[in-house]
């Protein structure tokens, strides 16, 4: 799989967007989007030339996060005033600037637990000088460094951060010695290889004053950087990120059926990541265990009081110890069984340096997965009540997570590296001697150091409500828009209730609220009345349904982002006239048609240095010869071996520019054609184009009847197709001839350089047996390997059908061998089984839908051509292995060339090479 160099950046959409520049180097960037410093979703972007225009990035804000911008406003405007009697204004709405808040300040203490990690420690420093909040301590907790590196780092360049050391090694219990050393009322924890928000702090603490039942507020975990293969692996595999909508998690009392046989289950956001899909989906089975979709521990606070009466952390969990991970899910799981509150603050950001090398991330990953299945043993020692839950909940886990993943990458090649999916679940089974050593090693530890001080649990006790009020009980409340919202403080006793919005005496709209015998703060209510009722807020402009509202939303949104000062319009982006560009033409013996493409190519309307390359397919003829040198400046290469495919590749092969694009000799190109096919290359990523084949003419019934069939044109709307498109099949194989066909194609050079594609396969393509299907292949491999494939529909050819019904058989039939041979090389070669749905049903239903339109006349395409289809299905398996063996006789094409450093003339001489 390819992974283009990503450049992570915020926008902040309060302000005029500007262009995003200095990104040499980058093809691709991933933007952060945020309003008024709350972060509401991502955007991947490429980068065309060293920038990314802010046109486009204006366009693809207001296209994929133009709603959640608006919730967002929304949520800052209520928080700000009363809702005006006609309702908000779309303009004032979007203009709304950031308030700092007044208090109250809670004495925050920072800790952040390193071990011999320096160069990391200073960067993660540096962000937390620069927090905002006015109440403000920050520690390092050195966590039985092999020498006193740390301590100098801290003395001698920051010296208003306090320095502590911890001799018990083990991140639980650097965690511990925090809680006794910090003097705030809430102790916020991060790690060294991190980069914290300049407003992480404010974010944090506003959870815990919105309600005084939440104890543990976690937050959002971005990556700093996306430079290297495994940092966007990690991404890939889930990441630290959990969304970006609030969350507020309690165990139900009483959790099970009630009297209705209905679940009453944890309120869980939605969200986009793996991990509350998990929460969601299981949920029902234990509200609790999947903590990890919760949090993680590089970003989490937590009040310093629950800590000291819950006793700390474990220190036979996490990092340092043999089972390197679960400390954070363990307290998550206690904070939760305990009965108290634990919020998702997406607010709260930090930026994560991932690991950069590939062995360290299969360590990381091994490490999760130790670490995950060692939670889950804990759970079971420390609580016998739990351990048939936690047992299903383990077992579901190995099911749903390892075990899919692992036949997913079987089945579907390029999902995700099977060597990463192996170690992960090899950890499976080393968690059971990692617990047991880490639990050995704790009490060792605790025995080594009698004079350290020791976090022991004074209790928790919480009330239970009434069992009068468990079950069926719901509150019904309403909230008054038109003064300054305030918490619901009388709902402890319910298990859900139903709020009701109003405005000004008129009802506006009502929701659900899942509070598990919890009082509701000012958050929370806010941000359910925006998720419900955003639209409801503005002035209505609107029919009942807010469809013009929400339109003149948008473009209000659109004036926003443009500023006071818009620039003129940006002209599109071009690739650089310097760079050479070649064109391959493989012809077998068909002189006019070779000669009607040749004039339509030296005609082209360009300035770019192009090489034009014509190989003969059979030049013992000598026809082809005669034809090309009627033209200057085109390059003739013999290629003996027959085979469309052999041909191309000697022309590729032969090509020296950087981009190479490829037609057939019964094509014809418009002048603009070279300009439009390059046009799409200005982007970075875009490795290949295809471009739309029209017919020149459809005058007979063999040429209508192509078209039927499903001709070579794949219609007039762009669109693109990468990893993600390619992994999105779950249960049949790619349809990759939705993409185009090599007819009309162009690809950077590097395509064919890169070892996981290559040169087109030989044993497929006319002149084989198999006659068909080398571009399908072709462009299969490039999106197996993260390859981003573009379909632009302006960068057209006129293609010259099979005129008799003869032809059009012979050409059914060999394109029906190929399409056989094209799913059974991806079973062979690359054990993509996906391509057995194709064969044992997407054809046979293919050949009943045709028959039966046929037999009764609904369709205008003959029963023969269907059979001539059939006939080429059943040949497909034998012309393969002729092909293959074909191949074996005439050997491979030639690799294609390390890049070339010379630059291109506009003309080339005739080369007259056998």
């Known amino acids: 799989m390819s992974f283009p160099k990503t450049k992570c950046v915020d926008v902040e959409v309060s302000q005029s967007v500007e262009t995003l520049e200095d990104l040499e180097g980058y093809a691709a960037v991933r933007a952060l989007v945020r309003v008024l410093g709350t972060p509401v979703g991502f955007l991947n972007l490429s980068v065309v030339g060293d920038h990314v225009s802010a046109a486009s990035l204006r ?59 320096t160069a990391d420690l200073a960067v993660c420093l540096q962000s937390l000088l620069r927090i905002d909040y006015p109440n403000l301590e920050l520690l390092v907790v050195d966590n039985a460094p092999s020498d006193d590196a740390t301590q100098r780092l801290v003395g001698d360049q920051f010296p208003s951060v306090r320095h502590v050391l911890e001799p018990r090694p083990g991140l639980d219990w650097a965690r511990n010695r925090a809680v006794l050393e910090s003097g705030g009322e809430i102790l916020a924890y991060t790690d060294d290889d991190v980069v914290v928000d300049r407003g992480w702090i404010r974010a944090l603490v506003g959870s815990f004053n919105d309600d005084v039942g939440i104890v543990c507020v976690t937050g959002l975990v971005i990556a700093d950087e996306l430079d290297t293969e495994a940092q966007q692996l990690f991404e890939l595999y889930g990441g630290f990120g959990r969304g970006f909508q609030r969350g507020w998690f309690r165990k139900p009392y009483g959790f099970g059926a009630d009297d209705t046989g209905e679940k ?145 990458s079987l089945f579907r090649p390029g999902f995700f590296p099977l060597d990463l999916i192996l170690a992960e679940l090899t950890s499976v089974f080393k968690a059971p001697r990692a617990l047991h050593q880490s639990r050995t090693r704790a009490r060792e530890i605790a025995a080594e150091f009698p004079d350290e001080p020791f976090l022991q649990a004074s209790g928790v006790r919480l ?47 009502g929701f659900e609220l899942q509070n598990n015998y919890q009082n509701c703060g000012v958050l929370r209510l806010r941000e359910g009345i925006v998720k419900h009722c955003s639209l409801k807020l503005l002035k209505p402009y609107a029919d009942s349904k807010g469809m013009l509202t929400y339109s003149l939303a948008v473009a209000e949104l659109l004036r926003k982002l443009e500023g006071p000062q818009e620039s003129q319009e940006v002209a599109p982006p071009e690739v650089s006239c310097d760079i050479p560009i070649s064109v391959v033409v493989a012809t077998r013996d068909r002189p006019d048609d070779l000669r009607l493409c040749l004039k339509r190519l030296t005609a082209q309307q360009t300035s770019r240095p192009v090489q034009i390359i014509v190989v003969d397919n059979a030049p013992q003829s000598g026809i082809t010869r005669r034809v090309v040198a009627e033209f200057a400046g085109i390059e003739l290469i013999d290629e003996l071996r ?29 002048p603009s054609w070279v300009e439009s096919m390059v046009a799409p290359f200005a982007r970075n990523d875009v490795m290949i184009v295809c471009g ?144 057995v749905t194709a064969l044992l049903v997407i054809l046979p239903m293919h050949f009943c839908r045709r028959a039966w339109s046929a037999m009764t006349r609904k369709g205008d395409y003959p029963l023969t051509l269907l059979l001539t289809e059939l006939h080429g299905w059943i040949a497909g398996p034998f012309a393969l292995w002729q092909s293959e063996r ?29």
Request: net charge positive.
């Open 59 to 117: 366009r693809a804000i207001v296209e994929e996060l133009s709603f959640p911008i608006f919730e967002r406003f929304a949520a800052a405007a209520l928080e700000q005033a009363p809702l005006p009697q006609k309702g908000f204004e779309i303009a004032d709405l979007v203009a709304a600037e950031a308030v700092p808040k007044e208090g109250p300040f809670p004495p925050v203490t920072v800790a952040v637990c390193t071990r011999d990690r």
């Open 264 to 408: 009453r289950l944890p309120e869980v956001p939605i969200s986009n990541t793996a991990m509350h899909r998990i929460l969601r989906r299981d949920r029902g089975r234990s509200p609790y265990f999947g903590t990890g979709a919760l949090g993680t521990g590089c970003n989490m606070a937590y009040r310093r009081s629950f800590l000291e009466e819950i006793g700390g952390f474990d220190p036979a969990l996490d990092v340092g110890t043999p089972t390197n991970g679960g400390g954070d899910l363990e307290m998550y799981f206690r904070v939760l069984r305990e009965g108290y509150t634990l919020a998702y603050e997406p607010g709260a950001i930090v930026r994560h340096r991932h690991r950069q090398e590939r062995e360290r991330l299969k360590t990381q990953i091994q490490s999760n997965g130790v670490g995950l299945f060692s939670f889950f043993l804990r759970i079971a020692q420390k609580y016998p009540d739990e351990r048939l839950a936690v047992a299903r909940f383990a077992i579901w886990w190995i099911r749903f997570w390892h075990v899919r993943r692992l036949f997913t």
């Open 463 to 509: 009330e239970s409500p009434p069992a009068a009020h468990r079950r069926l009980a719901q509150a019904v409340r309403t909230t008054e828009l038109s003064q300054p919202l305030g918490p619901l403080t009388d709902i402890d006793f319910y298990p859900r209730v139903l709020v009701l919005v109003s405005a000004y005496g008129q009802l506006v709209g």
């Open 642 to 670: 027959p085979g469309v495919s052999y041909a191309r590749n000697t022309g590729f092969a032969a090509a020296t520019g950087e981009i190479i694009l490829s037609t057939d000799d019964d094509v014809t190109v418009p």
């Open 692 to 835: 739309n084949v029209i017919p020149v003419e459809l005058e007979t019934a063999a040429q209508h009847l192509y078209e039927i069939y499903g001709g070579l044109g794949r219609g007039y709307v762009p669109w693109e197709a990468d990893s993600s498109w390619f992994r999105m099949f779950r249960r049949r194989s790619v349809p990759v001839w939705q993409l185009g066909a090599t007819a009309n194609g162009a690809f950077r050079a590097e395509v064919m350089r890169d070892p996981r594609v290559g040169m087109l396969e030989e044993c497929l393509g006319c002149g084989m047996p198999s006659e068909g299907s080398e571009d399908n292949y072709f462009l299969y491999k490039a999106l197996k390997a993260g390859m981003k494939i573009v379909y632009e529909p302006s960068a057209h050819v006129y293609h010259r059908h099979r005129a008799d019904l003869k032809a059009l058989k012979k050409q059914l039939f060999g394109y029906s061998k190929g399409f056989i041979c094209f799913h059974l090389l991806q079973i062979k070669r690359d054990r993509d089984f996906r391509a």
């Open 886 to 914: 074909r191949v074996q006789k005439l050997g491979r094409s030639h690799p294609m060339p390390a890049a070339r450093t010379a630059g291109l003339g506009t003309t080339c001489s005739n080369d007259p090479r056998l």
